[in-house]
């Protein structure tokens, strides 16, 4: 069956120190990668997606970077964070064209 | 305007009570449609599914599309405490375009 991990699950972080969240997904092949942020009020607000291994779409543009290294992981990354980086990070997988997403259990990151 | 517009909340309902929730969205080449439920301080787990317009049922749930008026809804019967999350829609254009989500409703159902 597949399944996703995500982690860390919290992570509390200065302002202007490095971020690196890291998705992995077993049990399937040539999945759909998202990272989704969710902030208090705002809803799911997606900021990077990946049809394929270095194919990486930004939806938007901020201090965030995405990349996809091997088929199955999908690493979220930001040199400094700034205090608006704060929210939960969720990842999520698809195959193409089904239409329903699995997300992972999410990242909760503050910046401080 | 923006693409999906969803009333946050929070809702409060009776054990056993029906609940409507609905989003309304603006791009009328939507095509799939769907309901997820969310935890506090878990991921989104997929609900219901529909494409294009129509009625589907599962269990006590049932997802709703009028296309014609971009609206949807889930309804939920005979609603139960462990019903209690938060649901957010979703829709998208295509299998292979990224699903564009509502802010949820926060729906608490009181024992």
């Known amino acids: 069956s597949q399944t996703i991990h995500q982690w860390p699950a919290t992570l509390v972080q200065p302002v202007g120190s490095p971020l690196s969240l890291e998705c992995t997904v077993e049990?399937?092949?040539?999945?759909?990668l998202y990272w989704y942020r969710q902030a208090a009020g705002r809803g799911l607000q997606l900021l990077f997606y990946?049809?394929?291994?270095?194919?990486i779409s930004s939806e938007v543009p901020q201090n965030l970077s995405a990349s996809r290294p091997q088929d199955r992981q999908f690493i979220l990354s930001s040199k400094k964070l700034l205090l608006s980086d704060s929210g939960f990070y969720l990842c999520?997988?698809?195959?193409?064209?089904?239409?329903?997403?699995?997300f992972g259990s999410g990242t909760r990151l503050t910046v401080v | 305007q923006k693409e999906v517009e969803q009333d946050p909340g929070p809702l409060s309902v009776p054990e056993g009570a029906i609940v409507s929730l609905n989003c309304t969205y603006s791009?009328?080449?939507?095509?799939?449609f769907m309901w997820y439920r969310q935890y506090s301080r878990k991921g989104p787990e997929l609900l219901m599914y529909?494409?294009?317009?129509g009625n589907k049922e599962d269990g006590r749930f049932t997802a709703q599309v009028d296309k014609s008026s971009k609206y949807i809804s889930l309804f939920i019967r005979d609603s139960q405490p462990s019903d209690s999350a938060t649901y957010l829609c979703?829709?998208?254009?295509?299998?292979?375009?990224?699903?564009?989500f509502g802010k949820g409703t926060r729906l608490s159902v009181i024992a």
């Open positions: 049990g399937t092949s040539n999945p759909n």
């Open positions: 999520a997988w698809n195959l193409p064209r089904n239409y329903g997403y699995t």
């Open positions: 529909t494409y294009s317009s």
């Open positions: 979703a829709m998208s254009l295509s299998g292979n375009t990224p699903l564009v």
């Open positions: 990946s049809i394929g291994i270095g194919q």
């Open positions: 791009n009328s080449a939507f095509q799939y």
